[in-house]
């Protein structure tokens, strides 16, 4: 029997087009970063070890937590939370719809541009920005935190369910259609069902992030463990600080190992 050498499979050759334009992407990224160095002052990389004095006392502080008032802080993350989970769900709740207008796939484009080009001006402006505004309209407290968590994440949650939302399998679509159902049955029946699983991922991640994001609002005085955090960084209270950042730490990983074992039952 003649044995005949098993044939080699080569990966298809990328066209010329498409390598000269890689090419010119990563060349334009590394140039992009050799320009950037000293915009972004990397040559005090050096400084890291020689001002290691004023960093070991910022550690030593960080190695006695002090967990003396550790009933209010688990009461300002609680609330910190809280700001969290409703800026998600108003957020949910203004991206669905802004999802669907922003699909390629769904509207056509003298919508779907428009509503894109909402979502990129919502998720530009920074939740400071957006929390300081609404600190003038409703004064103080944790509202304007959550309505700054609301907007901005509600833009990036509209740009991620609108490309689910665009990489959809168009059959079911079509076999709802096919039975003569209207443009909103369609999306209910045909879209909704493929998105849901990832859509939800998406929330749960934003949470997650969310909880650390709402500490940081406590800058402009939206309430929360972020309040008290930036309280104790000022007046270098440093034990009290490695306190509360451990109460963060373990209060986002609750929520990430929360998260994940919803996701791996929906995904």
């Known amino acids: 029997m003649i044995q005949t050498a098993p044939t ?10 498409q390598r000269v334009f890689d090419f010119a992407l990563w060349g334009g990224i590394i140039v992009l970063l050799i320009a950037s160095f000293g915009p972004a002052e990397i040559s005090k990389f050096p400084l890291l070890f020689s001002n290691s004095d004023n960093m070991r006392q910022f550690a ?12 209010d802080l688990i009461e300002k993350m609680w609330l910190t939370i809280q700001m969290a989970l409703w800026g998600t769900t108003l957020a949910i709740l203004l991206a ?14 003298f919508i779907q541009l428009p509503v894109r080009r909402l979502m990129d001006l919502i998720r530009s402006v920074p939740d400071l920005v957006i929390g300081t505004a609404f600190l003038v309209a409703v004064g103080l407290g944790p509202f304007a935190g959550v309505m700054a968590l609301a ?3 509600g833009g990036v949650l509209a740009k991620l369910f609108a490309e689910a939302v665009e990489s959809i399998d168009r059959g079911p679509v079509e076999g709802v259609r096919a ?7 369609e999306i209910v029946w045909g879209v909704i069902p493929q998105v849901a699983p990832l859509w939800t991922s998406y929330a749960l991640y934003r949470f997650e992030s969310n909880s650390r994001s709402a500490t940081v609002l406590g ?5 929360g463990i ?40 929906l995904l």
């Open 60 to 71: 030593s502080g960080f190695l006695h937590p002090d967990f003396s008032n550790w009933r």
């Open 179 to 185: 039975t003569g159902a209207g443009r909103l049955q």
């Open 96 to 109: 669905v719809p802004m999802g669907l207008l922003g699909a390629r796939n769904v509207t056509p484009p």
């Open 219 to 223: 800058l402009i005085g939206a309430g």
């Open 8 to 17: 080699v499979l080569e990966p298809p050759s990328r066209p010329f087009g």
């Open 151 to 153: 907007l901005n994440t």
């Open 226 to 265: 972020g309040q008290i955090l930036f309280d104790s960084m000022n007046s270098f209270n440093y034990p009290l600080t490695a306190a509360i950042s451990i109460v963060i730490v373990t209060a986002v990983t609750l929520i990430d190992l929360l998260s994940q074992t919803i996701r791996a039952r």
